[in-house]
T-cell receptor, first 113, second 115 residues
Framework: DQQVKQNSPSLSVQEGRISILNCDYT??????FLWYKKYPAEGPTFLIS?????DKNEDGRFTVFLNKSAKHLSLHIVPSQPGDSAVYFC????????????FGKGTKLTVNP | GAGVSQSPSNKVTEKGKDVELRCDPI?????LYWYRQSLGQGLEFLIY????????KSGLPSDRFSAERTGGSVSTLTIQRTQQEDSAVYLC?????????????FGPGTRLLVL
């Protein structure tokens, strides 16, 4: 059973517009969430994280929103740039738990010039 | 400094053979993690090390999989009697210490194909 779900396999946006990537989780014990970005033939790169005590975390063009009641988080990229084209993975974990990250299947973002 | 490195970058093997995958973490990183990504799937956690110790091996898919870490540095993931379903990208990551809030830095992965 998938505990972290990214229901959109792909997303295409125009350069300069907002990209919104979504992630849902089922395990209510998860209290720490991360987004990773992955380019082809490279390992994932950490992007941004959020603890369950917050509902928003911002880092430059990247903002993550957490809705605990809906067990939903989203990553907003504003403005989107062609270099943002990559696969984005949502991951979740339990702080003080098994140090295990549970990943979604990823969303492939394409930003068109 | 150098990032996480993995070798080989690609490995093609025949069903039933043993393979050994190597991970060199970032110098000074005490925690090391192994994941795998099968085609069309997300990253699946396999095992983590705190120093040379792996407290929880329950993520390993079967008893054909084993991992060790020596000298608090290099780690080896061994798959015995490989099966076609073992074909995947095997990713290694390291972090400064063992805490989920500590950034995990990933290597480029080893692409394993079992024929």
């Amino acid at each position: 059973d998938q505990q972290v779900k990214q229901n959109s396999p792909s997303l295409s946006v125009q350069e300069g517009r907002i990209s919104i990537l979504n992630c849902d989780y089922t395990n209510s014990m998860f209290d720490y969430f991360l987004w990773y970005k992955k380019y082809p033939a490279e390992g994932p790169t950490f992007l941004i994280s959020i603890s369950s005590i917050k509902d928003k975390n911002e880092d430059g063009r990247f903002t993550v929103f957490l809705n605990k009641s809906a067990k939903h988080l989203s990553l907003h990229i504003v403005p989107s740039q062609p270099g943002d084209s990559a696969v984005y993975f949502c991951a979740a974990s339990t702080q003080g738990g098994s140090e295990k990250l549970v990943f979604g299947k990823g969303t492939k973002l394409t930003v068109n010039p | 400094g150098a990032g996480v490195s993995q070798s080989p970058s690609n490995k093609v093997t025949e069903k039933g053979k043993d393979v050994e995958l190597r991970c060199d973490p970032i110098s000074g990183h005490t925690a090391l993690y192994w994941y795998r990504q099968s085609l069309g799937q997300g990253l699946e956690f396999l095992i983590y090390f705190q120093g040379n110790s792996a407290p929880d091996k329950s993520g390993l898919p079967s008893d054909r999989f084993s991992a060790e870490r020596t000298g608090g540095s290099v780690s080896t993931l061994t798959i015995q009697r490989t099966q076609q379903e073992d074909s995947a990208v095997y990713l290694c990551a390291s972090s400064l210490f063992l805490d989920i809030r500590e950034t995990q830095y990933f290597g480029p992965g080893t692409r394993l194909l079992v024929l």
